[in-house]
């Protein structure tokens, strides 16, 4: 099984995936390989994104707490409780931060100062299909005293990093049934405390009766962790974190460098050699 991070791993840094990744893509599949996206991005994103690839299997998303290949049909849900999320909420209002309740269906997030509204839309929206509906309200705790919600994944981008460090602190004195990663700078991913990638990932790999040493994982930053370091080939992206490249088996080309095809090339393709050249050996 081959498990793709999308952002920073899948996708250039314009958003796009180039042409020679499709088609390494596309060359595992037909080797019988099980492709699939491990992603913090909501359901329908993910979704589109792998439409592109012509994939119709289960995605991993919300950082593993919503497993599905139909948004209607989930495989696995884990959500972060009413409570918590009203707590949580109640909390971030008090820093300087854009707020995203991500379901799996739509999202609701704070109204911020303008500027920062710009900066939150172009840094946490890249992914929203035009589908995906988003809503803004000005009190998010008001909105949730009136109509509770449970949800798969909570968003923060921050613009202060103090003010990250300090609501982090706060959070996780406060509740403990939740976990905190990011993926990208100045950012909190927050879901159930259960959940992960890696955690997905197992699920997924048991169900399709798939040994961990048969998957290979690839990412580029914190989220991704602990996916790389349980898979049998754990693969940081070139533009990975330093934790991330520490903790990796195997390190392949950047992001904007063709890094997976380069990681397809070097070791699906191999490796596929060597079982059928093998027998002829003996």
């Not at 994104?49 to 995605?59: C, G, T, V």
């Not at 100062?113 to 929206?125: C, D, N």
């Not at 997976?260 to 060597?274: A, C, G, S, T, W």
């Amino acid at each position: 099984m081959l498990v793709l991070d999308i952002d920073g791993t899948l996708l250039r840094s314009n958003f796009k995936i180039d042409r020679t990744t499709k088609e390494a893509i596309e060359y595992v599949k037909n080797k019988g390989v099980y492709v699939t996206l491990a992603t913090g991005r909501n359901f329908p994103s993910a979704q589109k994104i792998a439409r592109a690839l012509k994939l119709d299997n289960i995605l991993i998303t919300h950082n593993g707490a919503f497993l599905a290949s139909s948004i209607d049909e989930p495989f696995f849900e884990k959500r972060i409780s009413s409570e918590n999320v009203l707590e949580i909420v109640k909390v971030l209002e008090k820093y300087d931060a854009h707020i995203r309740l991500l379901h799996e269906r739509y999202s609701i997030g704070n109204q911020v100062q303008q500027k920062s509204q710009i900066v939150a839309k172009m840094t946490m929206g890249i992914g929203d299909p035009l589908f995906y509906p988003v809503t803004f309200t000005e009190q998010l705790s008001d909105h949730l005293e009136t109509k509770p919600m449970t949800l798969p994944k909570i968003d923060v981008q921050f613009f202060n990093k103090e003010e990250q460090d300090l609501a982090y602190e706060e959070l996780t004195e406060l509740i403990d049934d939740i976990r905190i990663t990011a993926s990208t700078r100045c950012s909190f991913e927050i879901i159930d405390k259960s959940i992960s990638k890696a955690k997905g990932l197992q699920l997924l790999a048991q169900h399709l009766g798939i040994s961990r040493e048969e998957v290979v994982a690839v990412g580029d930053y914190t989220n991704d962790l602990e996916m790389i370091r349980h898979a049998g080939l754990g693969v940081a992206m070139g533009n990975s974190t330093d934790e991330m490249k520490r903790a990796a088996d195997w390190i392949t080309r950047s992001n904007n460098q063709n890094g997976v095809n380069y990681m397809i090339r070097e070791v699906f393709r191999k490796q596929m050699k060597l079982q059928i050249e093998e027998p002829l050996e003996y």
